[in-house]
């Protein structure tokens, strides 16, 4: 029984993980260079205006905690665009039934879908080089999202997800 309960906590924190989040970045960039940070002026992020707004306070607490500055005139510019669908239920279980008499044999299989549906955020941050126009570091994020959550849910799921996207900015230069 214990064993039991414990594969079911185990898979119930599974489940509650953070999104994914993938990284790229030009190895040939000295992330020392960049000290400042702004947003472009004509970004339309996709979310809605108070997760937006959610999103750039908890981007900024982490930057900024990191050591870079909010300027007018930054080293670099920051673009988020992101973007909902419909994810499809990826686990089924396959129930059986056959039969065999003489020489005659059959069988029936039907897959039941478990866990349905659900709708994903992915939300791409792009850090572009104020000078160069060039891009030089994107994380992409993709994560559960529930339309009906309460404001404080969002604003978790935000900053867990800001954490994980930004645990990797600067890169380890090697």
């Known amino acids: ?37 702004n947003y472009f002026g004509d970004m339309e992020t996709g979310l809605s205006e108070l997760d937006e707004r959610r999103l750039l306070k908890v981007m900024d607490s982490i930057l900024q905690a990191k050591g870079f500055l909010l300027s007018e005139e930054p080293d670099f510019l920051v673009n988020i665009i ?18 065999t008499g003489r020489n005659v044999g059959g069988g029936v299989s039907v897959g039941v879908p478990i866990g ?18 060039a891009l030089f570091w994107q994380a992409i994020s993709a994560s559960g999202y529930r339309d009906n959550a309460s404001p404080f849910e969002r604003y978790e799921k935000i900053k867990a997800l800001a954490a994980k996207v930004f645990s990797k900015f600067p890169p380890e230069q090697k």
Do not use: P
């Not at 990284?23 to 040939?28: E, G, H, I, L, N």
């Not at 239920?89 to 039934?97: C, D, E, L, R, S």
């Not at 349905?116 to 126009?133: A, M």
């Open 116 to 133: 349905g549906t659900g709708i994903e955020r992915e939300i791409q941050f792009d850090f572009v080089d104020s000078q160069k126009n």
């Open 82 to 99: 992101s973007s909902e669908y419909q994810r499809a239920a990826n686990n089924a279980i396959g129930v059986g039934m056959g039969g």
């Open 1 to 37: 029984m214990k064993r039991i309960v414990f594969l079911f906590i185990l898979i119930l924190l599974v489940s509650c993980a953070g999104g994914r989040v993938s990284y790229d970045y030009d190895k040939s960039t000295d992330f020392s260079n960049y000290t400042t940070y």
